[in-house]
């Protein structure tokens, strides 16, 4: 018995290493891993990835997880009290009070696994939720695992009738579900008894010792891989890029054309996805017909690695899938197994850049060349950047905050009204603002999420060069997507650490009590854009201000950490959106569901986007897009 | 076999257009500069002709200005091109189209370059003249708006665009002078390995005293922007009032009717 049990153990470890040490010597180097032990025990045993954005399905699986758990630790005691302390020693431990509730609880936990079970299996086989593809190897390991638990009651039942039934019927009550089963079998003779026992005990163990050789080779192999692709995801800010080394004379090769390109950790992701489909549920690309599913993306990746290091990613993937995302990690904000999928499209991006100098389409090409050239991607003069600014008081000398202007708040109309009502609100809160003027360029993040990391660092440098010229301590932006990159990215390129970066929407927040409201306003919907809120966790601030100016927000039915994407980011606000529909009338849609009378956003890709949503949509009468900053000016 | 590749760098053509104090030129204050853009389609075609013809071409790129023109060559050279030559001209924008072609051909007389390739016009002065004269200096065939190029061991086929929405194949035979024209390819975006071999390309720096301009034969007097013309005006509201109006300020401006 303990022959076989070891040979399926070992078989099951062989198995999982095996596959693990082929994805060690494919990726590139895992030398700066740090592993993440106490985060990963602690997301794995609570349940945390599963049960959030999981809905019902999610809790089906915690139950089911802390019942197994249950059921486990129960079976190794009984292991360990059977064939060691009491066998060596003597000694015996589950008996008393504590058997009573041990017995308890491994009933409970085994029917509750039982129903949780039933549930999952009524979801996948009779609902059927679309995009919830099965093979035969899900049905396998339903039958399996119902199978473990059916032939556990029923061994239990067995002992039960035999050795309590009639004779302690104290202690069985403290086993209802096996006292159940235990008097089906009421009547039998003890031999009879005995020898089903047996019987059923062997095929117990037997289907235990299959659910052990199943794990290798079946998704089941999630309950290993996915803790320690929680141990593997980096610490620090979320969705931050790596900085390449551009200046590396002995790099040939830049991005990721093949598997053995991408890192270590995400070519583990592709073991660790279990197919649940929550990332091509909220993917704003999937959603408006676009051919990208993140769980796809992953699942391709994981047959370009199989089928060798060395073939091609983008083929794999399919160039309009790389090319379709928006960055906004609404994927990665839901995946249960911790898996990275931007990471993975930005290195292919950047391989096709880089290397290749292939882009989505011509537009692309020209904004990045206006970038190049005007330091821009609208391709506007290079002098006129200052010009949004004309009339209003800016400062050089004592300049308290660097406001970091951004190109669509600077050269765009729409949004120079929003750089216009930010210094408004400066000015009224007494806080001396100056700018780079024509010094300003493009911080790059567009340039960078199409690929090009070559120009963004070409512009982030001399932007960090005249910031650190000003000697300014405090950058304010009113754009995230230069927040993100000054916060949390330039520091990479040589930005003084010292320097704080904020986004407008925690800077006003902080100063909350200068804030009021002017009389009533109409109700409105506040659109999370993807790099406050996702990247950066701003959720509760642009809210708390809208309370304050005494407007009412109704949420839409995508929000927060699962906020719909305006379809402006991943460098996509530079591109033409030539498949599926509109992501930015969709969301225009869902902002107009709500009724509200505004769609307030705070980033200037998400106002463009949605002024241009609402008029495709025909919601102009109805709805109209403002940036905070707007409504706060004048409620002060 | 040698090519050649002339290209200038423009001033943006969204810049806000001041003029320098001399009164002859613009201010390069605040002006971001690129290369022209048909000279972009010159550095593909002959980048891509020196990839079909193999290891026995080479190909180099001509640039005359100040400094800043470097970054043109320097594009080029990622672009492709295998090394640059920069006639370092800071008056360069005093000299006339006639000045300018006797210095490149002054530099390509004795390189034994059998292609040279350059674009229509340029974006800045738009005269398309340099590519022409050149040829008449060199005593090189020529062949202007090029939208389609064929080389096969010295015979040229090129395909031109006319007026009118027209096209011609002509055939011409090296060495020849191509001035190329929108359409005939798509420029190539760098590739970053080749950003960085550029850096390391042979750049030959050429004082322009170096090279014969000759006499000028074309002064500008002086540059402006045109004068602004009275705005439009609108006619609205009852229809036959809207003629008769019409009517009258023909009359008045015109005395056509």
């Not at chain 1, 209802?176 to 008097?183: D, E, F, N, S």
Request: hydrophobic share 45%; with cysteine.
């Amino acid at each position: 018995m303990y022959l076989l049990a070891l040979a399926a153990v070992g078989f099951m470890a062989y198995g999982l290493i095996q596959r693990v040490r082929a994805l060690l010597h494919a990726g590139k180097s895992t030398a700066d891993i740090k592993l993440q032990i106490g985060r990963a025990l602690w997301q794995t045993l609570a349940q945390l990835k599963a049960i959030s954005h999981g809905g019902a399905a999610g809790w089906g699986h915690a139950i089911f997880f802390w019942c197994f758990l249950i059921l486990t630790a129960g079976t190794t005691l009984v292991f360990i009290q059977a064939d060691f302390t009491d066998l060596l020693f003597g000694y015996k431990f589950l008996k008393g009070g504590f058997y009573k509730i041990f017995s308890l609880a491994l009933d409970l936990a085994g029917l509750a696994a039982i129903l949780a079970m039933g549930g999952l299996f009524i979801r996948r086989y009779i609902f059927r939720p679309v995009g919830l593809a099965s093979e035969p190897a899900d049905a396998l390991i339903h039958i399996l695992l119902f199978l473990a638990l059916a032939t556990g009651f029923v061994v239990e039942g067995l002992r039960m009738a035999a050795t309590e039934l009639d004779m302690n019927m104290a202690l069985a009550q403290w086993s209802p579900v096996g006292l159940v089963v235990a008097k089906v079998f009421h009547g039998m003779d003890m031999a009879s008894l005995t020898m089903a026992h047996k019987i059923t005990w062997w095929i117990h163990f037997l289907i235990c010792l299959a659910f052990f050789i199943a794990i290798p080779l079946t998704k089941l192999r999630h309950i290993f891989y996915i803790p320690v692709n929680y141990a593997l995801a980096p610490a620090g800010a979320s969705g931050k890029l790596s900085t390449m080394a551009l200046d590396d004379e002995t790099a040939e090769k830049f991005g990721a054309s093949q598997p053995a390109d991408l890192l270590f950790k995400d070519l583990f992701d592709t073991a660790a996805c279990v197919k649940c489909k929550r990332c091509q549920d909220q993917c704003p690309a999937h959603a408006t017909g676009k051919p990208l599913s993140p769980m796809k993306l992953t699942q391709d990746i994981g047959a370009a690695l199989a089928s060798g290091v060395g073939s091609s990613l983008v083929e794999a993937v399919g160039e309009d899938a790389v090319w379709a995302c928006v960055t906004c990690r609404a994927c990665e904000a839901v995946c249960p197994a911790g898996v990275e999928h931007v990471r993975k499209i930005i290195e292919m991006r950047r391989g096709m850049a880089l290397m290749e100098g292939r882009f989505p389409g011509d537009e692309v090409v020209r904004a990045l060349d206006a970038i190049e050239v005007n330091g821009n991607p609208l391709g506007a003069a290079l002098a006129a950047r200052g010009d949004w600014a004309e009339g209003l008081a800016l400062t050089g000398e004592g300049m308290e905050v660097l406001y970091f202007t951004g190109c669509y708040a600077c050269y765009d109309r729409r949004n120079i009204k929003v750089a216009r009502s930010f210094m408004t609100i400066l000015g009224k809160l007494g806080v001396k603002a100056g700018t780079l003027g024509k010094k300003e360029k493009c911080c790059g993040e567009p340039a960078r999420k199409m690929g090009n990391e070559y120009l963004y660092q070409t512009v982030a440098a001399e932007n960090i060069e005249s910031i650190h010229a000003t000697g300014a301590k405090k950058i304010v932006t009113t754009c995230p997507h230069c927040f993100h990159t000054l916060a949390n990215e330039y520091p990479d390129l040589g930005l003084d650490p010292q320097i704080s970066v904020e986004h407008y929407t925690t800077f006003l927040a902080a100063r909350m009590a200068s804030f009021k409201p002017n009389g009533p306003i109409a109700p409105v919907t506040y659109h999370d854009s993807c790099y406050m809120g996702r990247y950066n966790g701003v959720f509760s601030q642009p809210r708390e201000l809208l309370a304050a100016i005494g407007a009412p927000v109704t949420e839409m039915a995508k929000s927060r950490e699962t906020s719909f994407c305006c379809g402006g980011g991943g460098g996509r606000i530079l591109a033409e959106e030539k498949l599926g529909t509109r992501i930015n009338a969709a969301k225009a849609a869902m902002a107009g569901d709500t009724g509200a009378a505004m769609v307030v956003s705070n980033c200037p890709f998400c106002l463009t986007m949605l002024e241009d949503g609402v008029k495709t949509g025909g919601l102009e009468e109805k709805m109209k897009p403002v940036d905070l900053a707007e409504l706060l000016a004048d409620r002060m | 076999m040698n090519i050649l590749v002339c290209i200038k760098q423009v001033p943006d053509m969204e810049t806000k257009f001041k003029i320098n104090s001399a009164g002859d030129w613009i201010d390069e204050a605040d002006t971001a500069f690129r290369m022209n853009e048909y000279d972009e389609f010159a550095v593909e075609e002959a980048v891509a002709l020196k990839e079909k013809l193999g290891a026995g071409a080479s190909l180099t790129v001509l640039s005359i200005g100040p400094e800043r023109v470097k970054e043109a060559i320097k594009k080029a050279l990622a672009m492709g091109a295998d090394k640059g030559a920069h006639i370092q001209d800071d008056e360069c924008f005093r000299k006339d189209t006639a000045q300018v072609a006797s210095m490149i051909a002054d530099y390509a007389k004795d390189k034994g370059f059998e292609l040279i390739f350059t674009g229509l016009q340029s974006q800045d002065r738009g005269s398309a003249q340099v590519g022409p004269i050149l040829a008449v200096k060199l005593g090189f065939n020529l062949v202007t708006t090029v939208v389609g190029f064929q080389y096969d061991a010295g015979a040229i086929t090129a395909r031109r665009e006319l007026e009118g929405g027209l096209r011609a194949i002509v055939k011409t035979a090296a060495p020849a002078v191509i001035t190329c024209q929108l359409g005939l390819n798509k420029p190539r975006y760098p590739t970053l390995p080749n950003i960085m071999k550029a850096k390391k390309k042979e750049l030959a720096v050429i004082p322009a005293a170096q090279v014969a301009a000759g006499a000028a034969m074309v002064n500008t007097a002086r540059a402006f922007h045109p004068e602004r013309k009275g705005a439009g005006e609108m006619l609205q509201g009852d229809i036959a009032q809207v003629a008769d109006r019409f009517v009258k300020i023909i009359r008045e401006k015109t005395g056509l009717i």
